[in-house]
């Protein structure tokens, strides 16, 4: 069973000295001295005695002191000299005390701890600022010889500061925390604290700081050691965007436009956005798109959006071919408590019609490690050098052609590596050859020849292989059947797994899956020209299947959108080198490279990520990442869950008492102050004070 989770308590105030500046008060006694001694007195000759009989008694009397008078510049002085002592021994005050000899204290920084809020003095702040300071106050309180170790909690547990006792170095860790653009996750770093304190002896305890609407509640279940939480900020109303999704789609024909319904100038850009209202009370809201780095406004609408409502939003627009690939903004105005969610992003897609090359073997040239028909090359992998296109070739134009929505072009393996302006995201199709790196996007390869191919090996002829099985939960291979189709012919394919066999017959693979991390990959290991597939509806939704999936790569890269604080994948060229990733913020990031595929392992802020790079075929790339999390929108505390679903007590910042004060400076003041005073009142008349005798010398 886990411990519960305490309520933190405002202790009582507890006042701290340190003994070293209280020996000034050894002082007191020799002033006093000073006041109790007999005056030393000069003889004078006067004419008579009578006015000076006080005098005559001193010098008549034995005893060296004189009784105590209680002197004005005396109580001063005194006064001073204690405030001037208690300000060296430095004393403080603090509310409460932190017990325990080891501490760890965990600071939300998701999303929500960016929102705005107040001090307790009223002046604007954030959430996260108003937890910085309760840290530091908590640091404060900590009783002497313990330590304690600074976490931050976002996507992730990080360490911010090890275990350590130097107040300024744990202060100074604190400083550097900052609310990250994710969704935050406190069981990871709770977890974490708990590993860390497990090992050590003495009284342990972890102090979780945050704003309480926590994406997982849960989070807090199961902790084995006392765990204290503790509020920051207040609930507010906020509204989001909470998804957002852009495509390229066609709008209705307007003046001008051709009859034929396929005119690029129908092409339009569809965004869909889902605006949430997280807060008790209506929103007036305007929602509007512009490209990034430009302020001309290409779409807006004004909605209203009932409290608790996710109402559904569409921004259309034209855009030109120079649009493409561009970083588009959506933002909510007027703009609320919290910033990050009223803003999103994306990305214009590459065109609504795929571009698509159709490559025939003939009149290609044998790569490296390829030789003719027949003839493997050194490497293993054989080569259609001056061999003529396939039967396949006219059925493979006529499917891909039958889509309104793709671009075809026909040509050799020569035109296709030196086609200078081929769009990356171009759908493949080889014919009778597999060379290799291949450029461009989705990759089909029809009928290759003997040898490697992209890690499957053709081997020997089948002939009138029977189809047997086929892999129905591939999207490639949905929505079809392959009942009733008939081979002349057919390669033996050994693919590298036996997972990435797509169409087997009774006599072995016939179609493998060739996929790269950066692009999906078909490998068709017979001439469809030499079958009745062709001529099965099967076979034109086998296409289509292909050319979808194409198509939404091209528009989401093949990893899709990101969302932030998870890794950021996207394709690149094979040969793509130099690569360069630009935050935001403008930062350079690091990013890994391997098989066509960039990652950026982190990404902490909503916005626009930027690749580029050099190569054969250098380019750019913009990838969005979002937020879009409504858990992290919503700015209302969650009740947390507690071992056996239990509510967890849970106190607020504002409950928690003073912080450690020190009031060195104001006792310093004070004592100064009646230094100054004590000047006057002994100048304020010319001569010897009315009513005071100087000490003894």
Not at 439 to 452: A, C, T
């Amino acid at each position: 069973m886990g411990a519960p989770l305490a309520q933190a308590s405002a202790g009582s105030p507890l006042s701290l000295l340190a003994p070293g500046g209280l020996w000034l008060l050894a002082l007191l006694g020799p002033l006093v001295l000073l006041y109790i001694l007999k005056i030393k007195r000069s003889r004078r000759r006067v004419p008579s005695t009578w006015l000076w009989a006080a005098a005559q008694r001193d010098l008549m009397a034995r005893a060296p002191f004189r009784r105590l008078i209680a002197q004005l510049p005396l109580i001063l002085q005194a006064l001073a000299l204690a405030l001037l002592a208690l300000a060296l021994a430095r004393p403080a005050s603090r509310g409460r005390a932190l017990t325990g000899d080891h501490v760890a204290i965990i600071l939300d920084a998701s999303a929500s701890m960016s929102a705005a809020a107040r001090s307790p003095s009223g002046e604007a702040t954030t959430r996260i600022e108003l937890g910085k300071q309760l840290a530091r106050d908590l640091l404060s309180g900590l009783t002497p010889g313990s330590d304690a170790l600074i976490l931050e909690a976002g996507r992730d547990a990080r360490l911010v500061a090890a275990l350590d006792r130097d107040l300024v170095r744990l202060r100074a860790a604190i400083d550097t925390v900052a609310a990250r653009d994710v969704e935050g996750d406190l069981g990871a770093a709770v977890a974490l604290a708990a590993d860390r304190l497990r090992q050590l002896g003495g009284a342990r305890r972890i102090v979780v700081i945050t704003d309480g609407n926590l994406a997982r509640p849960a989070a807090l279940r199961g902790v084995s050691l006392p765990l204290e939480v503790i509020t920051v900020g207040d609930p507010v109303d906020n509204a989001a965007i909470v998804r957002v999704d852009v495509r390229s789609g066609s709008g209705p024909a307007g003046a001008g436009d051709a009859d034929d319904a396929r005119t690029e100038a129908r092409e339009e850009v569809q965004a869909f956005l889902v605006v949430a209202n997280l807060g008790a009370q209506p929103r007036d809201l305007y929602v509007t798109m512009r490209q990034d780095n430009a302020s001309d406004v290409l779409s807006s609408r004004r909605v209203l959006v009932k409290p608790g409502e996710r109402l559904p939003v569409v921004l259309t627009f034209r855009p030109s071919p120079g649009d493409y690939r561009k970083g588009l903004l959506f933002e909510l105005s007027p703009r609320d408590a919290m910033p990050v969610d009223d803003v999103a992003y994306g990305r214009v897609p590459a065109g609504d019609r795929l571009p698509v090359f159709l490559a025939s073997g003939g009149g290609g040239q044998a790569g490296p490690g390829q030789g003719g028909p027949g003839k493997p090359g050194p490497g293993g992998q054989g080569g259609p050098a001056g061999a003529t296109a396939s039967s396949g070739s006219p059925w493979l134009a006529r499917a891909l052609a039958s889509d309104p929505m793709t671009s075809v072009t026909a040509g050799s393996l020569a035109d296709l590596r030196g086609a200078p302006a081929l769009d990356p995201d171009t759908f493949v199709v080889i014919d009778g050859a597999c060379p290799p790196d291949v450029p461009g996007g989705d990759l089909l390869i029809v009928n290759p020849p003997p040898g490697r191919c992209f890690g499957t090996v053709v081997g020997a002829t089948l002939e009138r292989p029977t189809l047997t099985s086929w892999d129905t939960a591939d999207p490639r291979l949905r929505f079809l059947t392959l009942d009733g189709v008939h081979l002349s012919a057919a390669s033996s394919l050994e693919p590298e797994a036996a997972t990435r066999a797509l169409i087997r017959a009774q006599e072995g693979t016939v179609a493998t899956d060739i996929s790269t991390a950066s692009r999906t990959g078909t490998l068709l290991g017979f001439d469809v020209g030499e079958s009745d597939w062709p001529l099965k509806a099967s076979f034109v939704l086998f296409v289509r299947n292909l050319l979808e999936q194409a198509r939404a790569h091209r528009a989401h890269g093949v990893t899709g959108p990101a969302r932030t604080g998870e890794p950021l994948r996207a394709s690149v060229p094979a040969t793509a080198r130099d690569l360069e990733a630009i935050g935001p913020d403008g930062e350079r990031l690091e990013v890994a490279q391997r098989a066509g595929l960039a990652v950026i392992a982190e990404t902490p802020r909503a916005g626009f990520y930027r690749l580029s790079w050099q190569g054969p075929q250098a380019g750019s790339v913009v990838v969005p990442a979002n937020l879009t999390s409504v858990a992290e929108s919503d700015l209302t505390p969650k009740p947390l869950v507690a071992e056996g679903g239990g509510e967890v007590a849970v106190s607020s910042a504002g409950s928690q008492p003073d912080a450690h004060t020190e009031w060195t400076w104001l006792l310093a003041l004070a004592a100064l102050a009646f230094v100054v005073f004590d000047v006057w009142y002994f100048t304020r008349v010319p001569g010897p004070l009315r009513g005071h005798e100087p000490p003894a010398a």
